[in-house]
């Protein structure tokens, strides 16, 4: 019995390591309850920043009065509340965003708006309002187009795009190993893509008694394969 157990741990390690050098990128969701639930925000993460927009005056263009200093180019402007025509706060699990978040574009209806993180990151996550088909983020590394998602990539259960109460189109998005990119550009053909609590992190590396556990399990399993060709 115990020998069936360490084989099978030695081939979940295994397994583990495969997938996570493939690096393809997963997107998951989670329910934002208010812009003070941090909870949906993946803390799993070294060191990850977050972008409130809460230190901004309203009606503004994102600028130096935030919480991170990240460089802003574009069209976009920090609001509060909805304005009917131009945007709609995000819906929590019960009510509207009530803090400061970010509206691309603003005032026009096509337009997007560039982050300059100053450093490269493999995770990203926001608070999505009312998902549109029409918001796109695209992720780079210096001049190169490394991923970019459209609202058609949410999908979160069913496919009420637009829907500004609908739980399945206002979530927290996160995704999970991206290729590494140093800037995001948020684009909407159409009013509008509405953001919050933009998070960037980095997955941790593997501990060295990780890699050891990994390489004990190969040798595991050559040996393994020799006894039975040996039989």
Not at 96 to 110: A, F
Request: proline share 4%; charged share 15%.
């Amino acid at each position: 019995m115990t020998k069936k157990i360490y084989l099978t741990a030695i081939t979940g390690v295994f397994f583990l390591s495969l997938t996570s050098s493939v690096n393809a990128t997963t997107i998951n969701y989670f329910s934002q309850d208010s812009d003070a639930d941090k909870t949906s925000v993946y803390t799993y993460f070294d060191n990850f920043l977050i972008e409130t927009f809460n230190q901004a005056p309203i009606n503004t263009a994102p600028s130096g009065s935030l919480d991170q200093s990240w460089t802003w180019t574009g069209s976009a402007n920090v609001v509060n509340g909805s304005a009917s025509g131009q945007y709609a706060a995000p819906f929590g699990t019960t009510s509207r965003d009530q803090s400061n978040y970010l509206s691309v574009p603003n005032p026009s209806s096509s337009g997007s708006i560039t982050a300059q993180l100053g450093a490269t990151y493999d995770y990203f996550g926001l608070w999505w309002g009312s998902v549109d088909t029409y918001n796109t983020i695209s992720f780079f590394n210096g001049s190169t187009l490394t991923q970019s998602f459209t609202g058609s990539d949410i999908k979160n259960g069913n496919d009420e795009y637009g829907n500004q109460t609908a739980p399945s189109t206002n979530v927290y998005v996160n995704f999970l190993d991206l290729e590494r990119f140093d800037s995001f550009v948020l684009t909407s053909t159409s009013l509008a893509f509405e953001i919050d609590n933009i998070a960037v992190g980095n997955a941790p590396v593997p501990e060295p008694a990780t890699m050891l556990l990994f390489g004990t399990g190969l040798v595991g399993l050559s040996s393994l394969r020799f006894r039975k060709k040996k039989k």
